[in-house]
């Protein structure tokens, strides 16, 4: 197999990939984003949340207190994978200041990984219980968990029916336990399309939206770009697809959010030429078509030989993305296998040695820390709900 031009953190070789300045910052207000409508501020809400409830309304994604929401944390093991006790790990996720993980999983079975999925019947129901532990540790404390699928819906380029029906009652049965609990995202397949068609894009998330709203939850639904999540558009392979299909996918539907991944795709070989004026020129194609964005993963490892590329093209979105208001989640907070992408010197992001002035924090470590202690400030939402397209907020 001919290896991408990418990250290939590889979690399971069966179709499940991973792709998933040091100084600290200062607190600060962020500048007004050079995309429309209205100044980035500071207040306090000042449109009552009809429902406490989180809403997406253009660009903004809403928190349920009526402020603007401004999403950072790191993926996180889920189930399936490594089993890590990331239940008990939401202390330190509140000490870094995060406010959303994603946690990594599979809804399908391979039985020659010994994963069960979410789909096998009562073999599948200590995954479920492991999610739901996730979901009630992190939650009660306000922490958005954005549960994602880590594995694929097609053999090729080629959609495979059994495959997505499967994944979309695995997304039912969620939708139905978590519709009542705001903080619960759905990730609804990561990192798609890389040699599949726009119209499979376009077919699946459709597929997959729609059954998620069938059950009545208005949970905020999260869509992964193209090019792997990269959704750049100069490797032969058609990238752009939230700013060109995003309007579509949005039309008439409450709470859709896009996630773009960001590695080596936004710089050229050995780190030269970081793509920060196309990367702007991207921010601003999405949100002049109202449609909110956050980066879902980002980070660059310590063993790989594509480091220099992997770092320039990740800063590239910590040193641009906050200016417009795009939350930052990193990959990986915790270490596996042959995956470097550590937060701290020994891989796990809870290891920190000193909550208060840390010293074995990575370089990768250092700009999430930064940012997580010093988010920007969107202050107080003042549209209009209704134009949420959600039928609570009407």
């Known amino acids: 197999m001919t290896l991408r031009p990418m990250k290939m953190a590889c979690l399971l070789t069966f179709g499940l990939m991973a792709c998933a300045g040091p100084e600290l910052e200062t607190e600060r207000e962020v500048a007004p984003a050079a995309t429309g409508d209205e100044v980035l501020g500071t207040g306090e809400a000042t449109v009552a949340n009809p429902t406490g409830r989180f809403y997406i309304v253009g660009k903004d994604?809403?928190?349920?207190?009526?402020?603007?929401?401004?999403?950072?944390?790191?993926?996180?093991?889920?189930?399936?994978?490594?089993?890590?006790?990331?239940?008990?790990?939401?202390?330190?996720?509140?000490?870094?200041?995060?406010?959303?993980?994603?946690?990594?999983?599979a809804q399908l079975a391979h039985p020659e990984f010994n994963t069960k999925g979410l789909v096998s019947g009562e073999l599948s129901k200590p995954n479920?219980?492991?999610?739901?532990?996730?979901?009630?540790?992190?939650?009660?404390?306000?922490?958005?968990?954005?549960?994602?699928?880590?594995?694929?819906?097609?053999?090729?380029?080629?959609?495979?029916?059994?495959?997505?029906?499967?994944?979309?009652?695995?997304?039912?049965?969620?939708?139905?336990?978590?519709?009542?609990?705001?903080?619960?995202?759905?990730?609804?397949?990561?990192?798609?399309?890389w040699?599949?068609?726009?119209?499979?894009?376009?077919?699946?998330?459709?597929?997959?939206?729609?059954?998620?709203?069938?059950?009545?939850?208005?949970?905020?639904?999260?869509?992964?770009?193209g090019v792997a999540g990269q959704e750049w558009n100069r490797w032969g392979i058609p990238g752009n697809l939230i700013p060109r299909?995003?309007?579509?996918?949005?039309?008439?539907?409450?709470?859709?959010?896009?996630?773009?991944?960001?590695?080596?795709?936004?710089?050229?070989?050995?780190?030269?030429?970081?793509?920060?004026?196309?990367?702007?020129a991207y921010l601003k194609s999405v949100?002049?078509?109202?449609?909110?964005?956050?980066?879902?993963?980002?980070?660059?490892?310590?063993?790989?030989?594509?480091?220099?590329?992997?770092k320039a093209g990740s800063l590239v979105g910590f040193d641009n993305a906050p200016a417009y208001g795009v939350g930052i989640l990193g990959w990986h907070a915790n270490s596996n296998w042959d995956d470097t992408f550590h937060l701290t010197s020994s891989g796990q992001f809870n290891a920190v040695d000193n909550w208060t002035s840390p010293t074995n924090l990575t370089d990768f470590g250092k700009k999430l820390w930064a940012l997580s202690k010093n988010k920007p400030k969107l202050g107080a939402f003042t549209g209009n709900y209704a134009d949420s397209r959600c039928a609570s907020a009407k």
């Open 128 to 193: 479920f219980d492991k999610i739901d532990r996730i979901v009630q540790a992190y939650t009660s404390k306000k922490i958005v968990v954005m549960i994602e699928f880590h594995d694929k819906v097609w053999i090729g380029n080629n959609i495979d029916t059994t495959m997505l029906n499967q994944t979309r009652q695995a997304w039912v049965t969620l939708a139905n336990k978590y519709k009542g609990n705001t903080y619960v995202w759905f990730n609804l397949i990561n990192e798609p399309v």
């Open 287 to 310: 949100q002049d078509k109202k449609l909110a964005l956050i980066v879902g993963e980002t980070g660059w490892n310590k063993t790989d030989s594509d480091v220099p590329r992997l």
């Open 61 to 105: 994604i809403v928190d349920p207190s009526g402020n603007k929401f401004y999403p950072v944390g790191a993926n996180l093991d889920g189930w399936d994978f490594f089993q890590r006790d990331t239940e008990n790990q939401v202390d330190a996720a509140v000490k870094w200041g995060w406010n959303t993980l994603r946690i990594n999983g």
């Open 195 to 225: 040699g599949q068609t726009e119209a499979n894009y376009l077919s699946v998330h459709k597929t997959l939206r729609d059954a998620v709203r069938a059950t009545g939850a208005e949970n905020i639904i999260v869509i992964d770009g």
């Open 245 to 280: 299909h995003g309007p579509e996918l949005v039309s008439g539907q409450c709470n859709i959010l896009f996630s773009i991944h960001m590695y080596n795709a936004w710089a050229e070989a050995g780190g030269s030429s970081p793509h920060t004026a196309e990367f702007i």
